[in-house]
Structure formats: structure tokens, C-alpha cells
């Protein structure tokens, strides 16, 4: 997966943090492309995609992919360093918005943490279950 992703990979914001040496999280964040893809209509022509590169490389928002610590290592503060690493790097990098995507109403650690940095929900997804 990651070969797919290393065309639009902005290195800043893949992040892995590290516990004596061993990956144990993991901030993924990549440019939103949709608006360029949008310009596209459907069709790879060479003025469309000559519009697509143009488009791409102005892209000034962010689709937060992934963000996850493995279950021995959460609620040691890895959450909120690669998220204050992340969100730095976004700002210095210029992007105007970045959209987190799915965050679990309970995980009170990850939603503060990016309400300091000035995220809000903007819809809230659940899910119900019912015998059939």
C-alpha cells in the first residue's frame, strides 16, 4: 500500500513513533485531491491532466488517514506528540484545513487533543444494532 501512496505522500506527515526502537504509532495524512481529481470530468485527456498537475500542487487541504498506538502503549501522551508534530508540520507547511474523518465518540484522548489544536465535529456517525 504504502508504493501506491509515495506519489502523494508528503513525508512531514507520515509520522511513526518509536518505543525502544519498535513502531508502536502511526499518523497518516495526505493532501485531498478531490478537487483536482474533480477537474478531470471523468476523463484522462491531456489537458485535463496537465489541469490535474496544475491543480495538485496547489492543494491546500488534508485528509487525515490514520492515527493509531497500539492498546499497551495509549494514554502515555504518543497520541498528542504525533499529533502536535503533525499539526505543526501542517502549518508550516501551509495547508488551511485538515479533515480528521472518524473519530470514536469515547476516545476522549484523541478528540481533546485535537480540539486544543481547533478541530470540531461537524458530523457524528453511529452505529445501531437490532436482531433480524
Not at 7 to 29: K, S, T
Request: glycine content about 8%; some cysteine.
Amino acid at each position: 500500500m504504502a508504493s501506491h501512496l509515495r506519489p502523494v505522500l508528503v513525508p512531514e506527515l507520515a509520522l511513526v513513533a518509536e518505543w525502544d526502537g519498535r513502531p508502536v504509532g502511526l499518523f497518516l495524512c495526505l493532501p485531498d485531491l478531490n478537487p483536482a481529481l474533480r477537474l478531470l470530468r471523468g476523463r484522462v485527456t491531456p489537458l485535463g491532466l496537465l489541469r490535474f498537475l496544475l491543480r495538485r500542487r496547489g492543494a491546500d487541504e488534508l485528509r487525515v488517514i490514520l492515527l493509531g498506538v497500539l492498546p499497551q502503549f495509549r494514554r502515555r501522551g504518543i497520541e498528542a506528540l504525533l499529533l502536535q508534530e503533525a499539526f505543526g508540520a501542517i502549518r508550516r507547511l501551509g495547508y488551511r484545513r485538515a479533515e480528521l474523518g472518524w473519530i470514536d465518540e469515547e476516545n476522549a484522548v484523541t478528540r481533546r487533543a485535537a480540539e486544543r489544536w481547533g478541530a470540531r465535529v461537524v458530523k457524528r456517525y453511529r452505529m445501531y444494532e437490532a436482531a433480524l
